[in-house]
């Protein structure tokens, strides 16, 4: 069985192995959980968050190079729409 909350790790992992830059979830295949928002790949929202692909949107076909990546760049963020435990609405 195959852990679909890992997919975009694997398909960073294969892009990244093959081209040495990140991309966006376009850029490596990945469709987000839920329905897309603005017409855009990049955006999804459930009823529990938004997903929203932030950074690897550069010149170079949607990649960023992994050079150029420190512990600043944000890949992805899942906003919370509800509080859950301990995180708050809004948080991610």
Not at 9 to 30: S, Y
């Amino acid at each position: 069985m195959v852990n679909k909350n890992h997919i975009h790790v694997k398909l960073q992992d294969a892009h990244t192995a093959e081209t040495g830059a990140a991309g966006t979830w376009a850029a490596i295949g990945f469709i987000a959980p839920g329905a897309k928002q603005n017409k855009s790949s990049e955006e999804y929202s459930t009823t529990v968050f938004d997903y929203t692909n932030k950074t690897f949107s550069g010149a170079n076909n949607n990649t960023t190079m992994v050079g150029n990546i420190n512990t600043a760049t944000e890949g992805w963020r899942a906003t919370a729409k509800t509080a859950l435990n301990d995180c708050k609405i809004s948080s991610f």
